[in-house]
């Protein structure tokens, strides 16, 4: 989880830009920064970030940056007192994970102090960049790992330390020249894994809650002369293999397998309309390499979420979201391209993100084919911000457009602001309304509205809060949307005091909270959920951290609750029920780390207990294992009623070279007693270039839960996929 690559920290504000040195040739990209044109270069001054912010790091490090005509270049001699101690884990592209040493920075492109680009290198020259939204006001929703561009890294393991050299294309990033100059802010971080150690340049404190994430805090830097030249990229794909499904026969009293060859062919296309402008186009998009879903089991009244893994909507994913908290959102990329659970093909489309003068800009239109009865659609997105009044402070607005060929339609939209009101104190509003075939539209009508209302302190050290008000309509119904529940109002407070306990201290950080939270119907004012939760949590200097939480809950059911994969029924009423969790996770930096959590207390009627384990396990720089168990064990005594899931999980990683990869993913769970099984081989000699070999496969457990009796199998693809990027 990129919670663990939590190394980076962050900028504090320059009085004035900072000048980079311009070079004229005589560098050798070979990880060795040893060339006339570096030794002009000034070096920066580093300053440790953690464990004890403000102190010179115990390593000493010598990192410069500087640029020609077309590439940004960042390059590090990263010395050792014991060089013994270099972690050098992994080779594998984004591979994001505190067990390894890291050399990196942050880049806000537009000096806009709300998003960025992040490039980061490890002892073995891997490629980890991804960018960087809304400041990073929550890292779980505001980081895109699977954002790529084009650049390289090499790294070079010396007898004092290791040495690298990042270079990165300014065709590669968006930025906007005015009078000749280009303003951009920028961190430069370094970690040593095996100290939980991190310096950066300039140095910035920990108080901030995300600190390590956020533009706001880059410091500015100045290039001159910058006009590079935007190239285009045609990145045509060919795939081919074979898929076989086990099917009921037309009697329906046996299963049948059939194999059907699989050939598909398509396009990508990526080119620059300005510096601030950036257009992709696709046709007959494939997504035959993502890695399997993980397995889920619904527990509660919410619907499940899961995340976006193509790759085409997760680049620039940040672009376009809209949330209204808790992972409900305007746009939900799913709803395209996926049917009742299964791909449904998708003919093409485009997107056009960047700058506008003052705005950003976000357009997407893609097309479907049918799915059986169900007709094929277009989706359709436009966004767009501006900023106003201060730093961090917005204005936008939304459209999305679903419309089936049969001449069905939804539409939805909406306006949004952000405003720094003053220090750290935000206020958040978010209006939206949705249409559709088939009903009435006022704009006084509130039925197909949406609102959210944040105020909050965004600060890690002291006191801080965070007060929630949401409403959403009963007929409030976003075609390409995601509601975890409809029809129903919502009030949240959460208090919050962080403390640092000292140089000498062993725990970093120490954060108690208080949150109360209330839930209520909006068409009949009937409560739903009242809740309220006691938090402590804490952060090492070593890096293992945990928390303690106490919840006291009470829920009204106006209909029978259905729980796991139907094995349990909870019946209408007023609930009132207590538990205790807790999480522990030992440091990432170890070469064995693990994560743990549990809960234990009253459920509804009855009782529940889950705990969950993540062991992880790094063999040498060329090996990863990862092990995932969660169980749950539901009991209703009063109605002699119980159940026990089991979902286990094991991932493979070998990584032979920064070019290629094995990844294994099995999964098992006793709910639906299916075992699913996805293994991927890729080659990657350079960015969009890409030969993968792909193997799925579904496999059931008890084959005789279901007259007639199920498969062992059922059902297996095997894909060879091959994309080669063509630069013109």
Known sequence: MVVWFALVSLGAYAQEPLAVTRIHGGIVFDGIPDEDAWQQVPSLKMTMHQPVFGIEPSESSVIKMAYDQEYFYISGILNYENPSTIRAVSKKRDFANLSTDWLGLIIDTYDDKENAVTFWTNPNGLRLDFAVQNDCTKWESDLNITWNTFWDAKAVITDHGWTAEIRIPFSSLRFQVKDGKTYMGITVSRYCAAKSESGT???????????????????????????????????????????????????????????????????DAKFSLSNNLTADVTLNTDFAQVEADDQKINLTRYSLFFPEKRVFFQEKGDVFDFSFLDGNNLFYSRRIGIYDGNPARIYGGMRLTGKVNKWDLGVLDMQTAPVGDHPGENFGVFRTKRSVFNQNSYVGGMLTTRIGMNGAYNVAYGVDGQFRVKGDEYLTLRLAQSIENGSENKMNDLSPSRLVVQWERRKQKGFSYDFVYGYSGTRFNPGIGFELMDNYQVARGILRYGWFPGKNARIRINKLSVTGFNIWDTSTGRQETASGMLTWSFEAKKGYSGNINGTWSQEDLKDTLILGNDQAIVPPGRYSFAYLTAMYSTSASNALAVDFSGEAGNFYDGQKVTFAAAPRLNIGSDLNLSITYQLDFVSFPGRDLQFTNHIAGIKGLLTVSTKTSLAAYIQYNTAISKFVTNIRFRWNPREGNDFYIVYNEGLNSNIRREVPYLPYSNGRTVLLKYTYTFRL
């Open 201 to 267: 340049f300039p140095p910035v404190s920990p108080e901030f809650a995300n600190a390590n994430w956020k533009p706001s805090l880059t410091t500015k830097i100045v290039f001159e002369g910058l006009n590079p030249r935007n190239p285009f990229y045609l990145t045509p794909y060919v795939t081919a293999g074979l898929s076989q499904v086990n099917e009921l026969n037309g009697a329906g009293t046996d299963y049948q397998m059939s194999s059907k060859p699989k050939f598909d062919a398509g396009l």
